[in-house]
């Protein structure tokens, strides 16, 4: 999947709610528990389903929390592959509907 | 420390509400002889106010949302109200007899990826399980439910209350809630009813009986650590706390009313006239109930059983201080370690007096009378 193309939502299936700027997420399936660290939970907040994750990490990450881009979408990109693992986040090469509000 | 007691603790530390359970009626199809509700509707929240109370409470940070009675499903929209709390992203777990639901109704709760669904039963023989609910066939119907609810791949948990009348049936409880893929949990409080009426508190099973529970491997995991001697309290045990009851925990009744627990009739204020938060930060009561160290607590500051007593604040506050002590957990404490408390040494007494016939004049949860 080229990295340009990946589009990422969050799933209607999980509760997630920020706890002191970290989110904390649950998926009801498996009673998965995971907190979120910030730049995690910025990437979380973002994945709107439209907004294609390069976008994200050059305008949310790269941004507010002054990292090097490479690095930044080598560890988007390893956070995303582990979260859809656990059916938190939904990922595509189209535009998602969101599941789930923000 | 596991995660998730990692984030409760932080949420204490915050003064989050990490945790709500509200009661969305007191209405309820049976009739349990042991239950402290009035079950007539005094004015119970609208729909739309439920919804709005609902996001205050995620923009107050509440994550586990618990939706009880009552009978929830007595409320015709009880499904409106559990989507509009799935769409903020709560953590939901429903408590219910179950009588209600059919196939149609498991099938919304799987799709509204419901955490997991508490129901109770008192006993897996009809006739005294019947006889508890007081509504016929009530067993039949409440395991025909679990039973759509496990088809779903739904999280069942079986509350076994344990009193006098059922005390010899919780093994065949457990037996039937493994049969159904459900988890087990028994828990043997009884609360005085609303109104102050302690006489339900006739149906606790003796103290004299505790023990068997508490050394029973198959009802208490890690029972040896659990029935073990307390340890003397250290400096820090006696800056603690008893329990997130107001901390990172509150109750809020189908009249709006917000309580530091359902067990704990304290009342701070009411949502229909004040916003979430406002109660949350600004009740005195609140403020009060947070204040109480475990140095604090008059007589069991000084009782070897501080740090490890499950002390309610609440049952303390219904026996008339939410600094004294809670004689029901005095009773629970000796009878679990064989130790005397504090409370029992005070009065010279060799074993705990029995909670099962408290006569003392009880708080009582009234609803907070709101202008028309």
């Known amino acids: ?102 | 420390m596991s995660l998730m007691s990692e984030v409760g603790q932080k949420a204490f530390n915050l003064g989050i509400p990490i945790a709500v359970h509200m009661d969305v009626t007191y209405r309820c199809n049976e009739r349990c002889v042991h239950c402290y509700l009035d079950h007539d509707d005094h004015g119970e929240m609208t729909t739309a106010e439920i919804k709005d109370v609902l996001d205050q409470l995620a923009e107050a940070g509440v994550f586990f949302l618990t939706f009880s009675g009552g009978e929830v499903f007595m409320r015709r929209d009880f499904f409106e109200i559990v989507e509009h709390a799935r769409r903020l992203m709560f953590n939901v777990k429903i408590k219910t007899n179950a009588v209600m639901i059919h196939e149609e109704e498991a099938r919304r709760i799987r799709e509204l990826d419901i955490d997991t669904i508490q129901i109770s039963i008192y006993s897996h023989r009809p006739e005294v399980h019947d006889a508890i609910t007081k509504l016929p066939h009530s067993l039949e119907r409440t395991v025909r439910s679990i039973r759509f609810l496990r088809e779903q791949g739904l999280r069942v948990t079986i509350a076994n209350v344990m009193m006098t009348v059922n005390s010899s049936d919780h093994m065949g409880v457990q037996k039937l809630a493994a049969e159904l893929g459900a988890h087990y949990t028994l828990d043997p409080t009884i609360t005085p009813m609303m109104d102050g009426d302690t006489s339900v508190l006739s149906l606790r099973i003796p103290g004299e009986e505790l023990p068997d529970i508490f050394h029973n491997p198959a009802l208490v995991a890690n029972q040896e650590e659990f029935c073990a001697p307390p340890k003397p309290p250290s400096e820090e045990d006696l800056e603690g706390y008893s329990c997130s009851a107001g901390h990172s925990f509150c109750y809020i009744s189908p009249y709006g009313d917000v309580f530091p627990c359902v067990q704990f009739p304290l009342p701070t204020g009411n949502v229909r006239q004040q916003k979430f938060l406002d109660i949350w930060n600004l009740s005195p009561q609140l403020k009060e109930v947070r204040s109480i160290q475990a140095k604090d607590l008059t007589v069991c500051s000084s009782c070897s059983h501080v740090s490890s007593c499950s002390r309610c604040p609440g049952l303390a506050y219904m026996e008339g201080s939410m600094r004294g002590p809670s004689t029901a957990d005095c009773e629970k404490s000796f009878y679990r370690t064989g130790v005397p408390t504090a409370n029992m040494l005070r009065q010279g007494l060799s074993k705990p007096r029995s909670t099962s016939g408290l006569g003392a004049p009880l708080i009582q949860i009234q609803p907070i009378a709101v202008p028309a």
Not at chain 1, 26 to 40: G, H, P
Not at chain 1, 51 to 56: A, D, G, Q, S, Y
């Open chain 1, 1 to 102: 999947m080229p990295e340009n193309c990946i589009y990422i939502a969050r799933s209607s299936a999980i509760a997630a709610r920020a706890l002191a700027g970290e989110m904390m997420v649950m998926n009801s399936a498996d009673s998965t528990f995971f907190t979120l660290n910030e730049v995690a939970t910025a990437i979380f907040q973002a994945a709107d389903g439209r907004t294609p994750l390069r976008e994200i990490v050059r305008d949310r990450i790269c941004e507010q929390f002054d990292v090097d881009p490479e690095q930044a979408q080598a560890d988007a990109e390893q956070f995303v592959t582990e979260l859809s693992g656990h059916g938190v986040l939904l990922v595509s090469n189209q535009p998602l509907a969101s599941e789930a509000p923000r």
